[in-house]
């Protein structure tokens, strides 16, 4: 495989740029290669600078769910762009995009919108804490809320990738209010619960864990959440910035009838440009400034390129038979992929839930962190490197999912399969 202008520009980025990128994970550091450099994106298929084509199963880490340069979405950023980029005035396909957003999740009656899923989130515990008049919150080990302060502590994604999953320059003051559970434990939730009474502002959890692999909950764990949270007065967020919209219109909380007080939201609301939302009751949200006293702002918020791109993508995922046909496209893909490594003699746990999916190097269950890090990292970068070289790219990472697309066809999925069986053949 020919990467030699990737290996050039990843050279010369690393002078500008510390690590050469603008995001840890995309330094494809621990699966051991070179970055790609992407040159363009069209449906199911990226090209890199090399011109080297790959059937593309990161998806941006999750917003292409209608596939990349979808024409509608180009279409309607166009139209917006032809009107100006940006006014930092309200406009009104913002309000299009709220009542949206309010009409199909759940738990939003009214919703902010901001620039980013890690803004969403510090924003929402922000509230919560307000809300509550309340300062500790717990999250879950593996789970990754963006990178907050507040969330940095055995945090998933590239944190754990890097293995720095806490990270320095976070202050004493700031982790002796997070605490952190084990996802799909509830005992040790109620815990802390009873550890610190009426301290808990909020439990922030992604309902699937979607960056430490892909972890569903096991059954009743989001509902007795909820009546956690009820009983001891305090705040259930969830972060649905991977779920939400991607496995029912509704994200996960329609997906498993468990309503939270507020939800963040990003990726798929942006159609693929940086978005991201935090909403919920409107006795909570209405304590944000300019009715209330809880102070969040942001000169591009609502900026309408993104906003209109995230509305055209929601109205394309009302369509009826939008999620039926993503999940028999995951189906097919996820059950032949489990078939291959069978056949190769590979032992690999398997998740998956709708069209997010994963495949852990670890014979075990993984139901939490724990286990998801006793994977072999080392296999996996192999695989990676093998899966690339063959034309199919993959998060960079154990620790994060496989993502289907509509865009993605049944040929892509048989190829895609077909050079499967080749890789875990070869890894043997
Ligand atoms: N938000 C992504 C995690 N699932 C990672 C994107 C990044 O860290 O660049």
Request: glycine share 10%; proline share 5%.
């Amino acid at each position: 495989m020919n990467n030699q202008k990737s290996q050039q520009l990843f050279e010369k980025a690393n002078t500008y740029m510390p690590g050469g990128v603008n995001s840890p994970v995309r330094a494809f550091k621990s699966v051991g290669n070179i970055p790609p450099y992407i040159a363009r994106a069209i449906g199911s298929r990226v090209w890199d600078v090399d011109g080297n084509e790959y059937i593309d199963y990161m998806a941006s880490w999750g917003p292409m769910i209608l596939g990349h340069a979808h024409p509608a979405v180009i279409e309607a950023i166009q139209s917006a762009a032809g009107n100006g980029t940006s006014y930092g005035a309200n406009c009104e396909a913002e309000i299009q995009l709220a009542e949206k957003i309010c009409q199909l999740v759940p738990g939003i009656d009214m919703v902010r919108m901001v620039n980013s899923g890690t803004e969403a989130t510090m924003s929402a515990i922000r509230l919560a804490r307000a809300y509550t008049k309340r300062d500790k919150i717990i999250k879950f080990a593996g789970c990754y809320h963006g990178h907050g302060d507040s969330f940095l502590i055995q945090a998933g994604s590239g944190a754990t990738t890097l293995g720095i999953p806490s990270s320095p320059g976070v202050t004493g003051a700031i982790t002796g209010d997070t605490l952190n559970a084990e996802y799909n434990n509830i005992e040790s939730v109620r815990n802390l619960v009873g550890q610190f009474p009426e301290q808990i502002a909020a439990t922030i959890v992604e309902p699937v864990a979607g960056n430490m692999g892909v972890v569903p909950p096991e059954p009743g764990f989001l509902g007795s959440l909820r009546q956690l949270a009820d009983d001891h007065n305090f705040l259930l967020i969830f972060d649905e910035v991977i779920t939400g919209f991607r496995l029912a219109a509704g994200g996960a909380q329609e997906y498993y009838n468990v309503t939270p007080d507020l939800t963040t939201l990003g990726k798929i609301i942006g159609g693929g440009l940086p978005v991201g939302a935090y909403g919920g009751k409107k006795n909570i949200m209405e304590m944000l400034a300019p009715v209330g006293p809880v102070y969040q702002a942001g000169t591009l918020s609502g900026n309408p390129l993104a906003i209109s791109a995230g509305l055209k993508t929601l109205e394309l995922l009302e369509q009826e038979d939008v999620y039926p046909q993503l999940r028999e496209k995951a189906n097919y893909l996820f059950t032949g992929m489990a078939d291959n490594f069978k056949q190769a003699e590979i032992p690999v746990f398997a998740n998956a839930v709708e069209s997010m999916g994963c495949f852990f190097f670890n014979p075990g269950m993984v139901s939490d962190y724990e286990n998801a890090t006793k994977s072999d990292t080392k296999m996996f970068g192999r695989y990676h490197q093998l899966m690339m070289q063959h034309g199919v790219y993959l998060a960079p990472s154990q620790f994060e999912a496989t993502f289907l697309s509509l865009a993605h066809t049944k040929e892509d999925l048989d190829k895609t399969l077909e050079i499967h069986g080749k890789v875990c053949r070869g890894l043997k």
